[in-house]
């Protein structure tokens, strides 16, 4: 047994846990669990812990039904919030079929062979997202949102439920080995935000999962209700998740060159081109809800189009200036994702798309220093692409897109289209607000 798999039973008996939560999450990116007593532990490091896989939206067809989680050692944390007077701990799980394949529909195992396939040619991706989120007094969707606050952005308000819970927050995150690099209060009432500190892609996406949990667990714990909607409230900005992307060779940041652009180097400008020229492919799974294309309109600081700027903060992405003295830190910012997306899906694709920039060695375009200004005749004319306008056209891009394919896997790529079709088409079908309060009264 692995020295991981013996600091995992050590410490659970000495800490006196009683339960051991694993988890995982279905393809939309919901966090899954079930629990064994710590007798069980041995077992499941050794053969993996069976579970009915048909139970769970988009994994598995009723006559291949049974997987396997098998618990990453490396994950292990103790929960800091009390269950029932309880200590209990979690692992995040490595899905895989009964002979020992990784499943197909596990979006963790996805990640990890792209990032197999990157380590291939010798690179390691590296992330950091700003964590954007709504506090509401109540979650019930039949009455009106009440934020708990007035504040604005980077507002200081120190004796108000939000800013407490905030801070509560980032002490579960700690206590989780989560380290938190920013937290503050965002631009519109109620939203606040919190940035985690680079990391790997795969330690990322776990930690993505466990924030949205802890923020929601701490809320709950205050009789708050705590969203990651991307748009709740009409009239003022909605959530993202601007994610920061690294990619290094040993210790080497391939995106650096001191003579370059904005220190780009041509690969970091490859990196870039991937991510413009396959952006409308891969905008159905970092914007997977009818709700997100709420947050990319024009006149917000979401994008609206396919650019790329240093400072613009409408661009689709950015190249960040990097602090006097820490050029070798350039990075690139993908600012469209939002916090409800699946993390491991998305930064998937964000790496194969910039990879394929590579691979194909991929022109950047002029840098958008000036774009919402000009008219659609004139954007399209300076051969400025508009992002889907709504998860329709993200699903029609997404359907032809080879890279997305290959990069998800047929079983993933096949579901997810088949749900969000399926959620477009009950979308379609309602009869909103909007249009009773426009057209009744006249029509």
């Known amino acids: 047994m692995d020295r991981q798999r013996e600091y995992v039973l050590r410490t659970v008996e000495e800490r006196g846990v009683r339960l051991v939560r694993l988890w ?9 669990s079930f629990a064994i ?27 291949e039904s049974d997987v396997l989680a098998r618990p990453d050692a490396r994950t292990f944390e103790l929960l800091p919030w009390a269950e029932r007077g309880e200590t209990s701990a979690r692992m995040f799980c490595d899905l895989t079929t ?13 990640l990890r062979r792209n990032l197999d396939a990157a380590r291939e040619r010798g690179y390691s991706f590296f992330v950091a997202p700003e964590m954007e989120f709504f506090y509401f007094a109540s979650g019930d969707p039949s009455k009106p949102l009440e934020p708990l606050d007035t504040g604005g952005y980077f507002d200081l308000t120190t004796a108000d439920v939000s800013s407490d819970l ?76 601007h994610t920061h992307l690294s990619l290094f060779e040993g210790d080497a940041n391939v995106f650096y060159d001191a003579g ?29 809800l009818v709700n997100s294309y709420k947050r990319l309109i024009v006149g917000t600081e979401a994008p609206s ?39 491991y899906l998305a930064y998937s694709l964000l790496l194969a798309a910039g990879l394929k920039g590579i691979d194909e060695g991929y022109s950047l375009p002029d840098e958008a220093t000036s774009f919402l200004e000009l008219s659609a005749k004139e954007r399209a004319d300076a051969g400025v692409r508009d992002l889907p306008q ?16 290959e990069a998800l896997g047929d079983h993933i790529f096949e579901w997810f289209l088949r749900n969000k079709r399926a959620e477009w088409a009950d979308y379609k079908a309602q009869v909103t607000p909007f249009e009773l309060g426009r057209y009744l009264p006249t029509w």
């Open 24 to 32: 995982f999450t279905d393809v939309l990116g919901q966090l899954k």
């Open 37 to 63: 007593s710590p007798a069980e532990l041995e077992n499941a490091f050794e053969e993996g812990m069976r579970f009915d896989g048909s139970a769970i939206d988009g994994f598995s067809r009723i006559q």
């Open 98 to 110: 009964l002979d020992g394949t990784p499943f197909a529909g596990d979006p963790r195992q996805v």
């Open 166 to 241: 905030r801070k509560q927050t980032i002490h579960h995150l700690e206590a989780m080995g989560i380290p938190v690099e920013y937290s503050f209060h965002e631009d519109s009432p109620s939203q606040h935000e919190i940035d985690l500190r680079y990391t790997d892609a795969l330690s990322m996406a776990d930690n993505v999962m466990t924030f949205r949990l802890v923020v929601r667990e701490t809320a709950m714990e205050r009789g708050v209700y705590a969203t990651f909607m991307p748009k709740p409230l009409t009239g003022v900005q909605g959530s993202g998740m």
């Open 260 to 288: 370059g652009e904005h220190a780009l180097s041509k690969t970091g400008q490859a990196f870039v081109a991937g991510l413009l020229h396959h952006a409308a492919e891969i905008t159905a799974v970092t914007n997977q």
């Open 305 to 343: 189009h396919v650019t790329w700027a240093q400072n613009h903060r409408a661009a689709l992405v950015r190249v960040p200036m990097p602090k006097p003295g820490k050029e070798s830190s350039v990075r690139i910012e993908y600012r469209s994702p939002d916090p409800a997306c699946n993390p």
């Open 390 to 405: 709504s998860l329709a056209e993200a699903l029609d891009a997404m359907e032809g897109s080879d890279l997305v394919r």
